[in-house]
Structure formats: structure tokens, C-alpha cells
């Protein structure tokens, strides 16, 4: 479905990269959760563990960004 957005045409192809894009994540992360590929952790845990596992110890507020998250998100997770 095409973005109603009217910009220049290298704004509109972006513009319909990045939902095309997103829409794709949204579909493979449900699957991936159907299918119980991540066992009892949820995405974000999973996420944290990947994060942890290739790079090693990270603050917090590192694994926040390195998983493109605002530490707010998590707050109440402390």
C-alpha cells in the first residue's frame, strides 16, 4: 500500500522503503514468536541476550542503544 505522503520522489521512496522494511520485521518477529523460537523469553529478552552474547558486558544504557531503545522503554524493568 502506497504512503499517502507528498514529497519529492526521493522522499517518497524512502518513505516506502522504511515501512516495507518494518512491515517485513513485524511479520518475521510474529512468526518467530508463533513458532516459539525464543522459548519463554520475550523478544526484548532475547534481544538483550543476543546483545550480550556478541559483545560482551554492557551497561544498561549501552544495550539500550545498541538495541535501538530508549531507556525509558525499560525502566520499569529494573
Known amino acids: 500500500m502506497p504512503t499517502?505522503?507528498?514529497?519529492?520522489?526521493e522522499q517518497v521512496l524512502a518513505l516506502d522503503t522504511y515501512i516495507k522494511f518494518t512491515r517485513a520485521t513485524e511479520a518475521l518477529e510474529r512468526r518467530m514468536i508463533r513458532c516459539n523460537h525464543f522459548g519463554d523469553l520475550t523478544l526484548s529478552q532475547f534481544g538483550v541476550l543476543e546483545t550480550l552474547h556478541h559483545l560482551?558486558?554492557?551497561?544498561q544504557s549501552e544495550i539500550c542503544g545498541k538495541l535501538l531503545k530508549?531507556?525509558?522503554?525499560h525502566a520499569g524493568d529494573r
Not at 499517502?4 to 520522489?9: Q, Y
Not at 560482551?56 to 551497561?59: E, F, K, R, Y
Not at 530508549?70 to 522503554?73: F, K, N, P, V
Open 4 to 9: 499517502h505522503f507528498k514529497g519529492n520522489p
Open 56 to 59: 560482551g558486558p554492557l551497561s
Open 70 to 73: 530508549s531507556e525509558a522503554t
